[in-house]
């Protein structure tokens, strides 16, 4: 038997030691930032806290820190995950369409673009709808179009704001539709639905997670048509636009991004980690639970995904810039 020797021991130890970090690529990282520009306690804030306990679960108990960064309808936030350290140890919420009105506005001189982040993963893609108050004349989207043609201008829909998504959703499905809508740029959430209920809008733009599905069980709201590939389950009834003649879908798409050089071989590891954990029994549920509307895209299918919304935002914010 060979006799113990400390500087084998050492190499031995140092050998392993170097395999590990090789295999973990943020094993010099002290914890995954994870940037939310947007405030605590809205929906992107809920789900990145919800995932974060879960995504350190696959990253070796690497602790995952949210920190909100909000401010110019996420901007901020994205200028600070855009110029971050390529590193892995910095990753970021990029909500789609919104980040990429962004930058393609040449009047809000983002200090990003496309090529400044790398997409990591698709977390959740938050279908679009159509809704009215429960007492609307209107049954369906065939009828609000209608009404809009027999009175252009007229009819009143609001969304959360100038190229948001219920924004480009409005401007795509009048194109589609030939119908001239009033669009008023509101705030959404909470003020939206009151300013519909309180009759100062005929409808509104809304997404179909959250309370919404309760407000449309409870009749308080009709959902005229959604913007989706398919029927949603938490709204029984109701038709896809496609369903009712107008090929078109429309949603609210959370990314999660790094800075744009980070290496391809990180980008694909924390794409793995959060694939499995979104597949964690324990996550699905409490996402369920809170109406996540959960579909996970690796790097290469959410980078396709990106490009393709980009295509079709770009003119309608070309035009709306031209205003």
């Not at 913007?227 to 009712?244: H, I, L, M, R």
Request: net charge negative.
């Amino acid at each position: 038997m060979r006799p113990y020797s400390p500087l084998l021991a050492g190499a031995v130890m140092l050998l392993a030691s170097t395999a590990v970090a090789q295999d973990n690529p943020l094993s010099d990282c002290r914890a995954l930032r994870m940037i939310v520009p947007y405030t605590a306690g809205g929906g992107g804030d809920v789900g990145a806290r919800l995932l974060a306990p879960a995504l350190s679960a696959q990253l070796n108990g690497l602790p995952v820190q949210v920190e909100n960064v909000p401010g110019a309808g996420s901007q901020i936030g994205i200028s600070q995950l855009a110029t971050a350290r390529p590193d892995g140890c910095t990753v970021g919420w990029t909500h789609l369409p919104a980040a990429i009105t962004i930058y393609l506005d040449k009047k809000r001189r983002a200090a990003f673009n496309r090529t400044s982040l790398a997409p990591v993963a698709m977390f959740v893609v938050d279908g679009g709808a159509i809704a009215v108050a429960g007492n609307s004349p209107f049954s369906d989207l065939s009828s609000l179009v209608a009404a809009a043609k027999a009175s252009p201008g007229k009819i009143s829909i609001s969304d959360s704001g100038v190229l948001s998504e219920g924004h480009i959703l409005l401007r795509k499905f009048g194109d589609l539709s030939g119908a001239d809508f009033n669009i008023v740029h509101g705030t959404g959430g909470a003020e939206g639905v009151a300013d519909l209920l309180g009759g100062h809008v005929d409808a509104m733009t809304i997404n179909l997670s959250g309370a919404n599905a309760e407000m449309a069980r409870s009749g308080q709201i009709r959902v005229l048509g959604i913007f989706t590939d398919a029927e949603n389950a938490k709204f029984p009834g109701v038709a896809t636009a496609q369903a009712q003649g107008f090929d078109m879908t429309s949603a609210t798409s959370r990314a999660i991004s790094a800075p744009g050089k980070t290496d391809p071989k990180i980008i694909a590891y924390l794409s793995s980690a959060v694939k499995a954990a979104m597949a964690d029994p324990d996550f699905v549920q409490k996402a369920a639970d809170i109406g996540l509307a959960l579909r996970y895209m690796d790097q290469d299918q959410t980078a396709e995904y990106w490009g393709a919304m980009e295509a079709e935002v770009a003119p309608i914010v070309a035009s709306e810039i031209a205003k």
